[in-house]
């Protein structure tokens, strides 16, 4: 990926010597043509092309901000509750992510997806330790995890 | 125009205010430290966001101008915030907190 985006910086160079204009609108002109021609030209390099990377980067994000936001309704609705009758526990959950990143970004989500707070990552990086606020809801919780984030992770690092 | 920044950067700053609220209500109304970490590191996170976002809008609009650091400020505390969570959960476990009586389960213990 890297080597990609240093590839399409140089090809902008190459634009700005090519029109003798040295400004950064010509730079972004060069940039958006290198890009064009990294497109067509995407077969060629073993990587996939980084823009789809990007766009992954994006999603996951937005990901994160609608979390937060439905995290802290839920949890508005527990502490404004006039009785206290949920049922905490910590339950187990096997991941199938592997690499250190990808992890500390799934326990970051999890930590604000609502309802649920990472305790413990196992020694081997198999399985993280959560506390569930209502451990009615984990088989959605679980479910959430599985289908959206690791998923969305995933899409990054593929 | 000019009224609907205003507008908006005070609703920004009122619902981060509330947050706050919630978060320290938590704090005295939740049982034990496992769900009072939930109040605390969801609620304060977005509470502190929207405040520093009214704050950004506030002086964008008034003075036209547009502070980085804030948007610095944002970034930082949206990451550092639920390790820091976390961290305070994995220390009181291993300290051996006692978790609310009426909690259900606990696989962490059928580990050891």
Redo the contacts between chains.
């Keep these: 990926m890297s080597f990609q985006i240093l590839l399409n910086a140089v090809l902008a160079v190459t634009w700005i010597f090519l029109k003798n204009e040295f400004d950064g609108s010509t730079f972004i002109i060069g940039y958006v043509l290198g890009l064009c021609i990294m497109f067509v030209f995407r077969h060629f390099f073993n990587d996939r092309f980084y823009l789809s990377r990007v766009i992954a980067v994006i999603r996951l994000l937005l990901i994160f901000a609608r979390e937060l936001i439905s995290s802290n309704i839920s949890v508005l609705k527990v502490v404004l509750k006039p009785k206290l009758d949920m049922q905490p526990g910590i339950f187990a959950f096997e991941t199938m992510l592997t690499k250190d990143w990808e992890i500390t970004v799934l326990s970051n989500l999890i930590t604000l997806t609502p309802g649920t707070l990472v305790v413990e990552v196992s020694a081997d990086n198999r399985i993280l330790y959560i506390h569930a606020m209502d451990i009615a809801d984990k088989a959605e919780a679980v479910d959430s995890i599985k289908h959206t984030f690791e998923k969305a992770i995933m899409e990054v690092s593929k | 125009m000019i009224a609907i920044v205003e507008i908006l950067s005070a609703l920004f700053l009122l619902m981060g205010v509330f947050?706050f609220l919630?978060?320290a209500?938590?704090i005295i109304?939740?049982?034990?430290v496992?769900?009072r970490?939930?109040?605390v590191?969801?609620?304060s996170?977005?509470g502190i966001?929207f405040i520093l976002i009214g704050t950004l809008l506030f002086f964008f609009h008034q003075h036209g101008h547009f502070d980085f650091r804030i948007v610095l400020a944002i970034i930082f505390i949206?990451?550092t915030s639920?390790?820091a969570?976390?961290l305070i959960?994995?220390s009181a476990?291993h300290s051996g907190v006692k978790?609310?009586d009426?909690?259900?389960?606990?696989?962490?213990k059928k580990?050891r």
Aim: hydrophobic share 35%; aromatic share 12%; proline share 5%.
């Design positions: 947050l919630v978060s209500f938590g109304r939740l049982p034990d496992y769900t970490n939930h109040a590191s969801k609620s996170t977005l966001l949206f990451m639920p390790v969570g976390h959960n994995r476990y978790m609310w009426q909690s259900v389960q606990d696989d962490l580990r």
